[in-house]
C-alpha cells in the first residue's frame, strides 16, 4: 500500500465547473497535509494545507480532511483554464522533521 | 527577498559520471530538504539536512550523498549515474523551530538528463 494515493487522472472539468481531488493516506499519525499545484516544467508550488478535521477554505479552494477515514480532498469552484495542471497530495511525516510524502498526483484538465 | 535559489536549472551527463547540485535556502531558513521528482510521479524525499548534517534520509543508495554549509547552502552530490537518475530535482527549505503549512519553500529544480 502507498502511503499517499492519488488518482492520476486525467480529471476533466469544463470550464465554471467544480473540480474535486481526492487523496488517501496510510499513516494514521499523520497531523499535516498539504495540496501543491504542479505545472508542466515547474516546481510545486502550494496552495493549500490543513491540520484540522472538517474544512479549510481560501478564495476558490476549499480543502476537506477527514482523519478518522485518512481522507484529504480539494475543491476548486469555478475552474478556470489556468488551473489546468497537476495537483499533488502531501503529508508530513509524524516521524520525521518537516519530510513530506508525496502521492503521484492528479492532472487536472479544464475545458473552456 | 530571494526565494529558494537552484542551480544549475538544466543539465545533461552520461551514464557513470557525477554532478553536483546546488541550492541556497530561503533567507531565515536552516533546514535543506532534497527531492527527486521522476516524470509522471510525485517528489520523493532524499535526505534533509540541519546544523551541517544529515538529519534523516529516504530510500535512496549511498551513490546520493550531500553537505550544508555553515550558510546553510547545500550540495546534493550523485555518483555513478545511471538512466534512472533523469529526474527534476528539487530543493527545500524551512525555518528554525520547524515548519508549519506554510514555511516549507521549493526551489524551481535542476533538471538532470543523463544520457
Known amino acids: 500500500q502507498k502511503e499517499v494515493e492519488q488518482n492520476s487522472g486525467p480529471l476533466s472539468v469544463p470550464e465554471g465547473a467544480i473540480a474535486s481531488l481526492n487523496c488517501t493516506y496510510s499513516d494514521r499519525g499523520s497531523q499535516s497535509f498539504f495540496w501543491y499545484r504542479q505545472y508542466s516544467g515547474k516546481s510545486p508550488e502550494l496552495i493549500m494545507f490543513?491540520?484540522?478535521?472538517g474544512d479549510k477554505e481560501d478564495g476558490r479552494f476549499t480543502a476537506q480532511l477527514n482523519k478518522a477515514s485518512q481522507y484529504v480532498s480539494l475543491l476548486i469552484r469555478d475552474s478556470q483554464p489556468s488551473d489546468s495542471a497537476t495537483y499533488l497530495c502531501?503529508?508530513?511525516?509524524?516521524?520525521?522533521?518537516?519530510?513530506?510524502?508525496f502521492g503521484t498526483g492528479t492532472r487536472l484538465l479544464v475545458s473552456p | 527577498d530571494a526565494g529558494v535559489t537552484q542551480s544549475p536549472t538544466h543539465l545533461i551527463k552520461t551514464r557513470g559520471q557525477q554532478v553536483t547540485l546546488r541550492c541556497s535556502p530561503k533567507s531565515g531558513h536552516d533546514t535543506v530538504s532534497w527531492y527527486q521528482q521522476a516524470l509522471g510521479q510525485g517528489p520523493q524525499f532524499i535526505f534533509q539536512?540541519?546544523?551541517?548534517?544529515?538529519?534523516q534520509r529516504g530510500n535512496f543508495p549511498d551513490r546520493f550523498s550531500g553537505h550544508q554549509f555553515p550558510n546553510y547552502s547545500s550540495e546534493l552530490n550523485v555518483n555513478a549515474l545511471l538512466l534512472g537518475d533523469s529526474a527534476l530535482y528539487l530543493c527545500a527549505s524551512s525555518p528554525p523551530g520547524g515548519a508549519s503549512g506554510n514555511t516549507i519553500y521549493f526551489g524551481e529544480g535542476s533538471w538532470l538528463t543523463v544520457v
Open positions: 502531501a503529508v508530513a511525516s509524524p516521524r520525521g522533521f518537516q519530510k513530506l510524502v
Open positions: 490543513i491540520y484540522s478535521n
Open positions: 539536512y540541519y546544523e551541517e548534517e544529515e538529519r
